[in-house]
């Protein structure tokens, strides 16, 4: 993953994505109750929580061994922010425009939807877990949100299904003619969703008793797109509109039918909700828990009328107390963290202050998203360009080969020594 990674909002016509994307970023995507108001893909900048490296007891220890006072320095970062050790990464997201059933063969906004999707790294399936939305996204009663996952899964499935068997005779022919190995030849064929070799080869080495090639008939052929899917599109449920009274049946299902699959209960809507409140003056929220503080609680704030202050406390009955959170932040943490593997890697110049400039009051400014397991040379060039570099350090000043490869808590403060160029 040589570019920034990007996290697909993927879901049916009116199952939250708009109000999810909008909960997630300052971007405002249009919002509406009917089919359809998302027309394009819309990219939008999120921020990703996690616990900085600034707030480790190991950081502290350093930088008071190396003379400089804790209380003086400021974890300062180039992009997003950070907020008592709660880091905040500009991760992209982008909302695919709405899909119906039979988008494989080009009904809805059909491939174009599928287009989309091949640039995304990551999926959040967002599932309107309250079955007040059909297959299509129009207002109903009684819907089986489990009908989406299904089928959301086959529409893709399809997708890439179809795209080969419309050529499996040539490809065939070419695979035995040029000898190639399966890797290669399914590299060339899933090059356009973004594959490469190590992917396809973790995705067939899923499969027990795969035949050559040559004898894959359309079982093996489903097996292995599926495979391949598990790979290029690992996904997450968003289990949304939880504030709904007719959510809770449906979410036992679907967790009983998918304990495989990451799922995340959330409240897209109180997520906007109470970030509008916040940022208004009316309350106090730190996103992703489940605290609110109102006027009662903190005079400094502004009052709510009854109403409002009527919802509050139903929000936190039916969703904050409840579910611990609206989950916006927690499915976001766990596209990029638990599923698409990523971990914070902090750049320094300094490995003993952790500052980039002289100035030693601003620590920690830069941080960078990269998959857990990629070689620390790699992180190096994916950072810093084709430079030579002559030596890598991480926390302790201790010296870190380029094969040595980066995990959370381990390699992940690193500083990059330059060679000197030549003349
Ligand atoms: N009760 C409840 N309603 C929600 C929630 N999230 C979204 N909605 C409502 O569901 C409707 C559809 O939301 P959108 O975010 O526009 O859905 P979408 O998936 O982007 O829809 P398209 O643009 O048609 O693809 C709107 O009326 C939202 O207010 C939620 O958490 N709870």
């Known amino acids: 993953m040589p570019r920034d990674p ?18 997630l970023t300052d971007a405002s995507a249009a919002v509406g109750a009917f089919p359809f108001t998302t027309i394009d893909p819309n990219k939008a900048t999120s921020y990703l929580q996690v616990d900085c490296a600034c707030g480790r007891k190991t950081s502290k220890d350093i930088l008071q061994k190396n003379g400089v006072n804790v ?74 949100p489990i009908k989406d996952i ?26 035995t003619a040029t000898k190639s190995s399966i890797v290669d030849t399914l590299q060339q064929q899933f090059g356009g969703y973004g594959s490469h070799a190590p992917m396809i080869q973790a995705a067939l080495a899923r499969i027990d008793g795969l035949p050559p090639l040559e004898e894959w008939d359309s079982d093996w052929i489903t097996k292995v797109v599926k495979s ?16 709904h009274p007719d959510a ?25 909700f109470l970030r509008k409140l916040k940022k208004q003056g009316f309350i106090k929220y730190e996103e992703g828990t489940e605290f609110v503080d109102t006027y009662e609680d903190d005079p400094s704030l502004k009052p709510l009328d009854d109403k409002l202050l009527n919802r509050i406390e139903n929000i936190r ?8 959170s609206t989950g916006v932040m927690q499915v976001l943490q766990a596209a990029a963290l638990d599923t698409l593997n990523l971990v914070p890697i902090y750049t320094v110049k300094n490995i003993n202050t952790f500052s980039n400039e002289n100035k030693t009051q601003y620590i920690f400014r830069d941080c960078f998203l990269v998959k857990r397991g990629t070689p620390v040379g790699k992180v190096a060039r994916y950072i810093m360009g084709e430079v030579t570099i002559a030596a890598i350090e991480t926390t302790g000043g201790i010296r870190v080969s380029a094969d040595d490869t980066v995990d959370v808590r381990k390699n992940d403060i690193l500083s990059f020594k330059l060679a000197p160029k030549s003349i």
């Open 6 to 23: 990007l996290i697909g909002i993927v879901g049916k016509p009116s199952s939250g994505k708009s109000t999810t994307l909008n909960s």
């Open 71 to 144: 209380s003086e320095v400021t974890c300062k970062p180039n992009y997003g922010w950070c907020e008592n050790g709660k880091r905040h990464i500009p991760i992209m997201l982008l909302d695919v425009a709405g899909l119906v059933p039979g988008a494989h063969m080009g009904r809805g906004l059909g491939n174009k939807f599928l287009d989309d999707l091949r640039h995304a790294d990551a999926l959040i399936h967002v599932v309107d877990v309250s079955g007040t939305t059909d297959a299509e996204g129009k207002n109903t009663r009684g819907y089986d």
């Open 150 to 175: 299904d089928w959301l899964q086959d529409e893709i499935r399809l997708w890439i299904e179809g795209n080969l068997k419309k050529r499996w005779g040539s490809i065939v022919r070419r695979h």
């Open 228 to 243: 391949f899917m598990l790979e290029k599109f690992p996904t997450v449920l968003s289990l949304n509109k939880i504030d």
């Open 248 to 272: 809770d049946k449906n979410v036992s299902k679907i967790i009983l039918k998918y304990p495989e699959t990451k799922t995340i209960l959330t409240s897209a809507i109180t997520e906007v």
């Open 317 to 324: 009955d039916l969703v904050l107390y409840r579910f611990g």
